[in-house]
């Protein structure tokens, strides 16, 4: 084998090894522009995508039919900078983990908490957090659920103004999360913790 061979055959297994590094999480907290620009800012977190999951509906739309469908954000990460529970941890400081009509300002299904698990390790991972968070609220009942892995649906098309909405409207973005009163109940829920 030459040395070209050889040095292509590293690039692709370096490659491809970048490739298996990084991982996904796909996590509901209400309005995904919030949930985006939450995760965005943790560190090892390397791309938050809005869009839909949890429901039949194929090719959800915000505007259109998105019945069944939950907001949600799609969380690519370097296991080898956050773990998957820290990921957890920092979701349920962000979320009232009590509402079960949507959440802050924002009420129907669609808006609802949840932790969707793409395998055994995630869902026992969820429920050791979850128990957590119960175990600080004895008197509260958490009832964000853990769902098995759907298809995540991405905001595209004409709708793609959703993605990095806080980004790329700041005033408005700032005006909307403030007027939903998502933070003063964070604060109220969760102290210090609270990450906003």
């Known amino acids: 084998m030459n040395h070209k061979a ?8 370096l490659l491809g090894a ?4 990084a991982e996904k999480a796909v996590l509901a ?3 995904f522009w919030c949930m985006e620009a939450d995760f965005e800012k943790l ?16 090719n959800p739309t915000y505007n259109g039919d ?3 469908h939950y907001e949600a954000v799609e969380i690519t990460y370097d296991p080898d ?10 979701y349920w400081v962000n979320v009232d983990p009590f509402d079960d009509g949507g ?13 969707f698990v793409a395998n055994e390790r995630e869902r026992a991972l969820a429920e050791q957090s979850k128990t957590k968070v119960a175990a600080q609220f004895p008197d509260q009942e958490v009832v964000t659920p853990i769902l098995d892995a759907a298809t995540f649906y991405p ?28 933070d003063q109940r964070l604060k109220k829920i969760w102290g210090d913790k609270a990450t906003h």
Request: proline share 2%; net charge negative.
């Open 81 to 90: 900078k956050v773990s998957y529970e820290q990921l957890l941890d920092h």
């Open 6 to 13: 050889i040095l292509i055959l590293t690039v692709s297994a």
């Open 43 to 58: 560190e090892g977190v390397t791309d938050v995508i809005s869009g839909f999951t949890g429901g039949t509906a194929e």
């Open 66 to 68: 998105h019945t069944g």
């Open 29 to 31: 907290g209400g309005c």
């Open 18 to 21: 970048a490739d298996v590094a």
């Open 155 to 182: 905001i595209k098309g004409d709708e793609s103004y959703h993605q990095d909405y806080y980004k790329n409207n700041p005033v408005r973005y700032n005006f909307y999360r403030w007027n939903c009163g998502r």
């Open 103 to 115: 959440q802050f300002c924002d009420r129907g299904p669609s808006y609802l908490s949840a932790i």
